[in-house]
C-alpha cells in the first residue's frame, strides 16, 4: 500500500468553503450566468467537499478549518494530480484573473492519495487541503475548484463550488412561516438583517442576500434591493410569493453495514462487485425527519470496512433501485437518480428501466459504502411536476449569504454567511 503526504496546512485570513452539490444535467460547457460545471470523467467517484464534519455545510471563513477535498478514481492507475481556483461573481460568471485573487501559486498539485487496500473494486483515494503554504486567497466571493490531470488546466476530471468568506456583521437571522394559497404546510419566509461596516460606505443598493434551501447553491433565492425601515441596519426578505415552498424529502440511504435489514432487502457477496438490493422505494409515503438530515453530502466515515480506513477500505457495491411512482403508472418521461454519491448530476446515459408487470421502475449504481441521500427526478418538467406528490421534511436547513458589489474589483465580495435550521 502506497501513501504519499502532500502540503502542511497553514493559517490564512480568508478561508474557502463549499455547498452541497446541485441537481443539473452533465454539461460540456459552463453558461456564463449559471452555475455550470463541465463533466466529470467516468472514473471520478464519491467527492466529499467540507469544513470540519462531513455533514455541516461546508462554508468557512477566519478562524474556521480548513476545507477538505476527498475523492475516489476508480481503477489502479495512482497519479499526481492538479488543482485550479476560478474566482466568480454573485450569479456565478468566472470572472478577474487569477493575480487579483489568489495568493502563493496560481495552481497546486494533489500528492496525498492512497490505493485501496484489497477491495473488490480498486480504488485511489484523494485528499486534499487548502488553504496551504501553497494556496491562499485574496478576495472573498463565490469560487469554483477545477480538478485536472497533473499540469493541464484543460484535461478536466470534475469541478466543485465553494465560498470564500469575510466575517464582517452583525448579522440577524430569522425565519418565518406563512401559509398562502391552498397549502396545508407552511412557506418559510427568510428574514436577515445586517448592518453594512462604515469603511465600506458605497451605495446601500450594492448590497444583496441570498437564501439556499439545504445547501443546494444550483436555485439561490436573492433579495437585491434592501428595505431600509429599520436604519442603520439593512432588511432583507423573500416576498410570500418568492418563498420556500414545501420541497418533496430526499430519500436516504446506509450501506455503513453490508447486511440484510432495514433499507438492505438482499445481498449478494458471490459477484464483484457485490451487489446490494434495496427495499422499493414509493412515491405515496411520506419522508421522515428521524433519518439524518446529510444537506446534500455524501458521509463515509463511520462504515463498517472491516475494521479499516473507510476511505480506503471501504467496498464500492452495485446497488440496486426500484421506484414504485405516483399511482404506480408509467411516466410521461424519462427518469434518473441523482445523489450525493454523484453530485446531484442527471447522466443520460444512466435511465431508469420502466418494468411494466411489476409497476416500478429500477436501475442499479456503483455506489461506496457510506451514508447518502438520493431522489428520482428528470429534464422533463412534466415528469418533475409529476413526482411532486411526497410529503416534505420540516427540519431544514437554511443559509443566508451577504454579498456586497465592490466596484474597486469589479466583483461580488461575500461579506458574512449564518445558517439556520427549521423544525
Same mark, same amino acid.
Given at each position: 500500500?502506497?501513501?504519499?503526504?502532500?502540503?502542511?496546512?497553514?493559517?490564512?485570513?480568508?478561508?474557502?468553503?463549499?455547498?452541497?452539490?446541485?441537481?443539473?444535467?452533465?454539461?460540456?460547457?459552463?453558461?456564463?450566468?449559471?452555475l455550470e460545471f463541465l463533466p466529470p470523467a467516468d472514473e471520478v467517484r464519491t467527492a466529499q467537499f467540507y469544513a470540519g464534519q462531513e455533514?455541516? @455545510?461546508?462554508? @468557512?471563513?477566519?478562524?474556521?478549518?480548513?476545507?477538505?477535498?476527498?475523492?475516489?478514481l476508480l481503477g489502479h492507475a495512482a497519479r499526481p494530480l492538479s488543482v485550479y481556483f476560478f474566482h466568480a461573481n454573485r450569479e456565478w460568471?468566472?470572472?478577474?484573473?487569477?493575480? +487579483?485573487?489568489?495568493?502563493?501559486?496560481?495552481?497546486?498539485?494533489?500528492?496525498?492519495?492512497? @490505493?485501496?487496500?484489497?477491495?473488490?473494486?480498486s480504488y485511489t483515494h484523494y485528499t486534499y487541503v487548502f488553504p496551504n503554504s501553497s494556496i491562499g486567497f485574496q478576495l472573498s466571493g &463565490?469560487?469554483?475548484?477545477?480538478?485536472?490531470?497533473?499540469?493541464?488546466?484543460?484535461?478536466?476530471? $470534475?469541478?466543485?463550488?465553494? #465560498?470564500?468568506?469575510?466575517?464582517?456583521?452583525?448579522?440577524?437571522?430569522? @425565519? !418565518?412561516?406563512?401559509?398562502?394559497?391552498?397549502?396545508?404546510?407552511?412557506?418559510?419566509?427568510?428574514?436577515?438583517?445586517?448592518?453594512?461596516?462604515? +469603511?465600506?460606505?458605497?451605495?446601500?443598493?450594492?448590497?444583496?442576500?441570498?437564501?439556499?434551501?439545504?445547501?443546494?447553491?444550483?436555485? =439561490?433565492?436573492?433579495?437585491?434591493?434592501?428595505?431600509?425601515?429599520?436604519?442603520?441596519?439593512?432588511?432583507? #426578505?423573500?416576498?410570500?410569493?418568492?418563498? $420556500?415552498? =414545501?420541497?418533496?424529502? &430526499?430519500?436516504?440511504?446506509?450501506?455503513?453495514?453490508?447486511?440484510?435489514?432495514? !433499507?438492505?432487502?438482499?445481498?449478494?457477496?458471490?459477484?464483484?462487485? $457485490?451487489?446490494?438490493?434495496?427495499?422499493?422505494?414509493?412515491?405515496?409515503?411520506?419522508?421522515?425527519?428521524?433519518?439524518?438530515?446529510?444537506?446534500? /453530502?455524501?458521509?463515509?466515515?463511520?462504515?463498517?470496512?472491516?475494521? *479499516?480506513?473507510?476511505?480506503?477500505?471501504?467496498?464500492?457495491? !452495485?446497488?440496486?433501485?426500484?421506484?414504485?411512482?405516483?399511482? +404506480?403508472?408509467?411516466?410521461?418521461?424519462?427518469?434518473?437518480?441523482?445523489?450525493?454519491? &454523484?453530485?446531484?448530476?442527471?447522466?443520460? *446515459?444512466?435511465?431508469?428501466?420502466?418494468?411494466?408487470?411489476?409497476?416500478?421502475?429500477?436501475?442499479?449504481?456503483?455506489?461506496? /459504502?457510506?451514508?447518502?441521500?438520493?431522489?428520482?427526478?428528470? =429534464?422533463? =418538467?412534466?415528469?418533475? /411536476?409529476?413526482?411532486?406528490?411526497?410529503?416534505?421534511?420540516?427540519? &431544514?436547513?437554511?443559509?443566508?449569504?451577504? #454579498?456586497?458589489?465592490?466596484?474597486?474589483?469589479?466583483?461580488?465580495?461575500?461579506?458574512?454567511? !449564518?445558517?439556520?435550521?427549521?423544525?
Amino acid at each position: 500500500m502506497e501513501r504519499h503526504r502532500g502540503y502542511v496546512v497553514a493559517l490564512c485570513m480568508v478561508i474557502a468553503a463549499c455547498a452541497a452539490p446541485p441537481e443539473i444535467q452533465r454539461q460540456r460547457t459552463p453558461t456564463a450566468g449559471r452555475l455550470e460545471f463541465l463533466p466529470p470523467a467516468d472514473e471520478v467517484r464519491t467527492a466529499q467537499f467540507y469544513a470540519g464534519q462531513e455533514t455541516a @455545510l461546508p462554508i @468557512l471563513q477566519q478562524g474556521g478549518p480548513p476545507l477538505t477535498l476527498e475523492f475516489d478514481l476508480l481503477g489502479h492507475a495512482a497519479r499526481p494530480l492538479s488543482v485550479y481556483f476560478f474566482h466568480a461573481n454573485r450569479e456565478w460568471q468566472r470572472d478577474l484573473s487569477r493575480s +487579483e485573487y489568489l495568493s502563493g501559486f496560481h495552481r497546486d498539485d494533489l500528492f496525498d492519495y492512497e @490505493l485501496s487496500a484489497s477491495t473488490q473494486v480498486s480504488y485511489t483515494h484523494y485528499t486534499y487541503v487548502f488553504p496551504n503554504s501553497s494556496i491562499g486567497f485574496q478576495l472573498s466571493g &463565490n469560487y469554483i475548484l477545477r480538478v485536472t490531470e497533473q499540469g493541464s488546466e484543460d484535461s478536466v476530471l $470534475f469541478e466543485r463550488p465553494f #465560498y470564500v468568506a469575510e466575517n464582517i456583521g452583525p448579522l440577524s437571522f430569522d @425565519l !418565518q412561516s406563512l401559509l398562502t394559497g391552498q397549502q396545508a404546510m407552511p412557506t418559510i419566509q427568510p428574514l436577515l438583517r445586517f448592518m453594512p461596516p462604515h +469603511e465600506l460606505g458605497g451605495n446601500l443598493f450594492d448590497y444583496s442576500v441570498c437564501f439556499l434551501r439545504n445547501g443546494d447553491y444550483s436555485t =439561490p433565492r436573492c433579495s437585491q434591493r434592501p428595505n431600509l425601515s429599520v436604519q442603520p441596519d439593512l432588511l432583507f #426578505y423573500l416576498e410570500p410569493e418568492e418563498a $420556500f415552498r =414545501p420541497q418533496e424529502g &430526499n430519500y436516504y440511504m446506509d450501506l455503513r453495514r453490508l447486511y440484510p435489514g432495514g !433499507q438492505i432487502e438482499r445481498i449478494s457477496r458471490v459477484t464483484s462487485p $457485490f451487489e446490494v438490493v434495496l427495499q422499493p422505494d414509493y412515491a405515496r409515503f411520506a419522508s421522515s425527519s428521524a433519518e439524518p438530515l446529510l444537506s446534500g /453530502q455524501s458521509v463515509i466515515s463511520g462504515a463498517d470496512a472491516r475494521a *479499516g480506513d473507510p476511505d480506503t477500505w471501504g467496498e464500492y457495491v !452495485q446497488v440496486h433501485f426500484r421506484y414504485v411512482p405516483p399511482d +404506480e403508472a408509467r411516466l410521461p418521461g424519462g427518469l434518473y437518480i441523482v445523489g450525493s454519491f &454523484n453530485g446531484w448530476m442527471v447522466d443520460l *446515459g444512466r435511465q431508469l428501466r420502466w418494468v411494466a408487470d411489476k409497476k416500478y421502475y429500477e436501475g442499479s449504481l456503483l455506489i461506496k /459504502q457510506g451514508q447518502h441521500e438520493y431522489r428520482y427526478t428528470s =429534464p422533463d =418538467p412534466v415528469v418533475r /411536476q409529476a413526482l411532486r406528490t411526497r410529503m416534505p421534511r420540516l427540519d &431544514n436547513q437554511y443559509t443566508a449569504l451577504v #454579498y456586497y458589489r465592490d466596484i474597486r474589483y469589479g466583483t461580488d465580495r461575500l461579506l458574512a454567511y !449564518q445558517h439556520l435550521f427549521s423544525r
